[in-house]
Nanobody
């Protein structure tokens, strides 16, 4: 299953961006969708995840209160709304799908192509 991620771009600090993620041509059937990010020289980190059926969410402390992860079952799409962006949020953002909610990237079976988010100071 290929995930299609979209959104991202360049924004000034304090601004907002929205990312979306959906499987290509089929219904999302995994238990969990997650958003990871990877900055240059750093490991890929889980920043937000949603248990698809319940809609319950988890966030990394670094984004809690600023990012909101939601899903639209009818559109088969997950959305990450990012507000109050900071320069340290600059990274390539990846959506991923897997069977369990974990911060370990290896546990996620399907990945989107990555989208760049750049926050200028």
């Amino acid at each position: 299953v290929q995930l299609q991620a979209s959104g991202g771009g360049l924004v000034q600090a304090g601004g907002s961006l929205s990312l979306s993620c959906a499987p290509s041509g089929r219904t999302f059937s995994s238990n969990v969708m997650g958003w990871f990010r990877q900055a240059p020289g750093k490991e890929r980190e889980l920043i937000a995840a949603i248990a698809w059926a319940r809609g319950s969410t988890n966030y990394a402390d670094s984004v809690k209160g600023r990012f909101t992860f939601s899903r639209d079952n009818a559109k088969n799409t997950g959305y990450l709304q990012m507000n109050s962006l900071k320069p340290e949020d600059t990274a390539v953002y990846y959506c991923a799908a897997g069977p369990v909610l974990t911060a370990d990237p290896a546990a996620y079976h399907y990945w989107g192509q990555g989208t760049q988010v750049t926050v200028s100071s």
